[in-house]
């Protein structure tokens, strides 16, 4: 699977509500706490699809479970540039439960369904471990110890 180290201009904003609200969630002490709410997060959108409408992270955890996302073959699309809803679908799968309730996300709120699986698919190819620094060349030198100071200063 292709790991993301940085995340889109375009979703950053939404992807740092997305991965905290998710975060928040996972508790090693009680495991299906996140399993749970997201199960509960999907039944007043199924009966109400536009329940989340300007909350694209929200509508991206009620939908998590009921979406499959071929990761591999979307990554080849490059999305550093944001794509269209035409180029992300054919790589979401909807669980049969979620039909019309993604049907109608599509039909009425396309922009924000196209970023809630961009969320979701960027959540699952992150790589949240911090970059190595590099090596550091150079010599550690004591400023206190040398007698290089400017005495007129």
Known sequence: MHIEKYIPDYLTDYFSMY???MT??????????????LANLFTPLNT???LFSGMVDQLAMAITTKIKID?????????????SWAEVKPFVGVHTDARACITELMAHAEQE???AVLLIHFYKCYDATPLKAAPDNYEQV??????DFDENY
Do not use: V
């Open 113 to 115: 369904l196209k970023i």
């Open 24 to 37: 928040s969630l996972t508790d090693p002490e009680n495991p299906e706490l996140l399993s749970t709410y």
């Open 48 to 50: 109400t699809p536009l």
């Open 71 to 83: 990761n591999k073959n979307l990554a080849l699309l490059g999305l550093m540039d944001e794509p």
């Open 142 to 147: 004591d400023d206190y110890a040398s007698d």
């Open 19 to 21: 991965l905290e609200n």
